[in-house]
DNA sequence: CTAGTTTATGACCATTTGGTCAATAATTCA
DNA sequence: TGAATTATTGACCAAATGGTCATAAACTAG
């Protein structure tokens, strides 16, 4: 019934979530987003709101995918040990490329925007749960016991975020690479 | 042989810590430190140097009073699982009287700063190791093997750190006292 | 073709940002 | 006391911030 939109919404959040997700909310400018969207001001907050709320939906848009792709690793084929051994190799390989410099959104969100904004505190606890949930799918079939396979998965979640940590922080890959070990004898 | 400071330093260092312990670097103005110190810029500048100075200053403080306490607690007396186990109680009483809002400076340091900022990553590693040290020295007693004791130290480090992503992302308590009692339950 | 509706555009805005500086005040040494 | 040195003060600044809005453009239903 009227103009339609000239721009991919989906292409435009994933070009907002990259700046997000490198510089963190407070350090990034809405001249920033508007020079890597290819969009104007206007039409940014046209169509997502203002900066919070396209914070807000670039997080959304993290779970969507790349936190998705990760559970989707955990629901697919392959030893428990094999997939959780994947999501820290993931951490130990761009560590070691030092190429991107965003590490975790969620984790990067989480310390800098959780705390002081309940929306942000939300979508971040929501997506916790929901790793810890893929986590424990993954361990499910190895260990019986419910509340048992509840406390490694929420074990293992707390490893792989710390590690998300000291890789941003400069620790050496082995500190990482020791995490990892360490957390594969865990599973059974 | 001049004028001498009307305030105490270290005093007002400890008060542009607590700022940037709360806010995040970003998310804080001059105004926030002018407030919180009670001096004015012009004395602020001339003390410190610039905003980027300040939160230099803030982050070695740190260091050398909250890590240290850390420290000292893995120092001190007791068996290691005992000292082990105090760092985290600590976090996970913060989590369950929900006051302070700070969590772990460095730890938002490494993830809002480290990436971008050369010197706070210089710092962040150099703490992250200090931190590893201490946990391998309280573990040597009980672990012959020294690669071993590294292993583990770095473990728990990564573990530590989770937990308080995992605090500040609203996750429930009960998941960072798994992570404690798995931590435990690997020191002999 | 036209009326109605939505989008795109970029000029514009008040406020806040980090930072400076000349003037003044306080101190010490001689 | 007076010269030298440093600290304090608050007014001041250019630049950047997030955000708005009137206008023009593009599309659809009738």
Redesign the interface.
């Known amino acids: 019934m009227a103009r339609p939109r000239q721009f991919d919404e989906t292409l435009v959040i994933e070009s907002l979530m990259n700046v997000f997700w ?6 990034t400018s809405m001249q920033d987003l508007v020079a890597a969207s290819g969009l104007l001001k206007g039409s940014l907050y046209g169509a997502f709101g203002d900066k919070h709320a396209m914070y807000l939906s670039a997080l959304k848009h993290y779970d969507r995918t790349r936190i998705q792709a990760g559970i989707d690793v955990l629901n697919g084929e392959g030893s428990a040990r094999q997939k959780i051994a994947r999501l820290f190799d993931n951490v130990i390989e761009a560590t070691k490329r030092g190429l991107f ?3 975790c959104l ?7 925007m ?3 904004d309940p929306e942000v ?2 979508e ?2 929501t997506t ?2 929901r790793l ?1 949930v893929a986590i424990m799918e993954a361990l499910s079939p190895r260990i019986a016991n419910e509340d048992q396979a ?3 998965a ?2 293992i ?10 890789a ?4 050496p890959a ?3 690479g ?2 990892r ?3 594969l004898q ?1 599973v059974p």
Chains 1, 2 share one sequence.
């Open positions: 490198e510089k963190g909310y407070e350090a410099a965003g590490g969620l984790c990067n969100a989480s310390l800098e959780a705390a002081r505190k939300a971040v606890k916790i749960r810890k509840a406390a490694l929420a074990f979640v707390s490893a792989y975020f710390g590690s998300r940590v000291l941003k922080g400069g620790a082995a500190m990482i020791d995490t070990d360490h957390c865990l």
